[in-house]
Every structure is written in structure tokens, then in C-alpha cells.
């Protein structure tokens, strides 16, 4: 048995502190998800799959793949190894709620005065939050398909945003989602539930790094952007509250995960209402 297979049999290639944090400091460089020696193991799992597929020996011939000339789409890859996060639909259901009782009807009336609604799940993996918002508002409004009524959903895995534009999900991704949801705007098929094309025509899926330069002029009604900040440091979450705050309409609504909280100078401009939710005023709290 060659050496390789001996690794592969005993668990896996071995992963060292210095190829970690070589490894970390990539993703954080390009990705600013912060990664510290708790996540050696998690690293190790997802990235030996690439391994196997690259058909490399050592977590240092990986690196040196992704640090060559040609490395940029397996710079891709990693971060989508990375960034990949687990999901499903109506997850933290109080903010559904909070929604459905406390911003949904103010943006029903702005419907109804023809006015523009922009709503932005920002880090939405593979979609099933921007849909679980979806299927609220048609359940609430059915002719905001015949409104100036959209929802953005961005993230930095492009394998999640697939998954998100197909529509069709497994049956554990759906778990949560009330019967009646079900019923109305999923049709089982043999890879599990389809969304319905009504929702699917409501939202529109963008590739998008947090850490990169956002070519985003719009400014939103609601934005969520839940248990996506946890995993970057507190200067880059300071810096990217202050950058959610400008694209937040006067008293839009922002919620964010049950671990997390606002810091840095946004603090003042994004005032709790509730569990993790946040909404904005330009002149702060009084």
C-alpha cells in the first residue's frame, strides 16, 4: 500500500498547523472569513475531497496549486469549500414572525401605492431564506407579482447559488416550512420539492464576496444577512454594518443571527426592536 492510500485509510491526509494557517490566511485575505485553530478539523474534511479530486498527495501540494499562476479557479473552490454553510427553510422563525406582523403590512401599502419594495438575503447559501421571505409575502399579498417587488439574494458560493436558481430542494431543507406552504407553493418531485415558478420570478440570485467591492447602488426595505457575519473579525463586521447601514432605507428593517450583534459605529444608527433585529434611523437612537 503506497503511502498515500496508508493516510487515506488512517483517517485522511494529514492537514499540519502551518498548512492551516497558510490556508487560513488565504481565505481571509479573499474571502475575510476568519478561521481559527478550532476550525482545523472542519478544513481538513471539506478540502481532502478536493484533494481526492485534484488527485494530490499533501495539503502543501494543494497550496501550491492555489498560490501558482493557475491557481484562481481552485481559489474559488476553496472559498466555496469554506463558506458552504448549513441552511433550510423558516430557520429562526421569530424573525419570519417579526416580519409577517411588524414590516410586512407598512410594505403592502407601498405595494399598493406602486411603489418600489427591495428586499436583500445577503449570504443566502442556497436560497431558502429569500424563499421562506417569498413565500410570506404572496401568502400575505398574492398581487405583489404584479409589483415593482423584488428580493436579492448574493453569496459567495456559486455551487449554493446553483441549488438556489434550480429551485428544488430536499425534503430535509424543508422541514420546517409550515403545511399549508407546502401545499401551496412546492410540488414534490422525485429529488425532493420544487419551488413554485411564482416564487422563483420573485427572487434574483447574484454571485457576491462581502469582502469585495459590492456593485450595489440600491438601497433596501429589509435586508438579512443572519449567522454570516459570526465567522469574520470585529473590525471587518464594524466595516460591514457601516456599508449594510447605507443601503438601508429610512426605518428598513435588518436582521441578523442569534449570535451575532451590531458593533462599530453602526450600533448607533441600528436599533434593536427585537431578537437580532435591528431597524435604521439616520439619526440614531434617542
Not at 77 to 97: D, G, K, M, Q
Not at 231 to 238: I, L, N, R
Not at 254 to 283: C, D, P
Request: overall charge positive; hydrophobic content about 40%.
Amino acid at each position: 500500500m503506497n503511502n498515500l492510500a496508508q493516510k487515506r485509510q488512517d483517517g485522511g491526509i494529514e492537514l499540519s498547523h502551518s498548512d492551516f494557517n497558510a490556508i487560513a490566511g488565504i481565505v481571509r485575505k479573499n474571502a475575510g472569513i476568519d478561521l481559527n485553530e478550532a476550525k482545523l478539523g472542519l478544513v481538513k474534511s471539506r478540502l481532502q475531497k478536493r484533494l481526492r479530486t485534484l488527485d494530490l498527495r499533501s495539503f502543501r501540494d494543494y497550496l501550491n496549486l492555489v498560490n501558482s499562476s493557475n491557481g484562481a479557479a481552485e481559489l474559488d473552490e476553496l472559498i466555496c469549500a469554506i463558506s458552504t454553510n448549513v441552511t433550510s427553510f423558516n430557520r429562526e422563525p421569530h424573525h419570519f414572525v417579526h416580519f409577517r406582523e411588524k414590516v410586512l403590512p407598512s410594505l403592502i401599502k407601498k405595494m399598493k401605492a406602486r411603489e418600489k419594495v427591495r428586499i436583500w438575503s445577503a449570504g443566502c447559501s442556497n436560497g431558502s431564506e429569500a424563499f421562506t421571505v417569498a413565500c410570506a409575502v404572496l401568502d400575505a399579498y398574492p398581487d405583489a407579482l404584479k409589483c415593482d417587488f423584488k428580493i436579492l439574494a448574493s453569496d459567495i458560493d456559486k455551487y449554493s447559488l446553483e441549488t438556489g436558481r434550480s429551485g428544488i430542494y430536499s425534503d430535509d431543507m424543508v422541514a420546517k416550512m409550515p403545511g399549508s406552504s407546502m401545499d401551496k407553493w412546492f410540488e414534490k418531485v422525485d429529488s425532493g420539492y420544487a419551488i413554485d415558478p411564482k416564487l422563483r420570478s420573485m427572487v434574483s440570485f447574484k454571485t457576491l464576496n462581502l469582502m469585495a467591492p459590492w456593485p450595489i447602488r440600491m438601497k433596501y426595505d429589509v435586508i438579512f444577512c443572519r449567522n454570516v457575519l459570526i465567522y469574520f473579525t470585529q473590525e471587518d463586521q464594524a466595516g460591514l454594518f457601516n456599508k449594510f447601514s447605507q443601503h438601508l432605507l429610512e426605518d428598513a428593517f435588518m436582521y441578523i443571527g442569534h449570535s451575532e450583534r451590531v458593533v462599530g459605529t453602526a450600533a448607533k444608527n441600528l436599533i434593536s426592536v427585537g431578537a437580532t433585529t435591528y431597524q435604521y434611523s439616520s439619526k440614531g437612537s434617542a
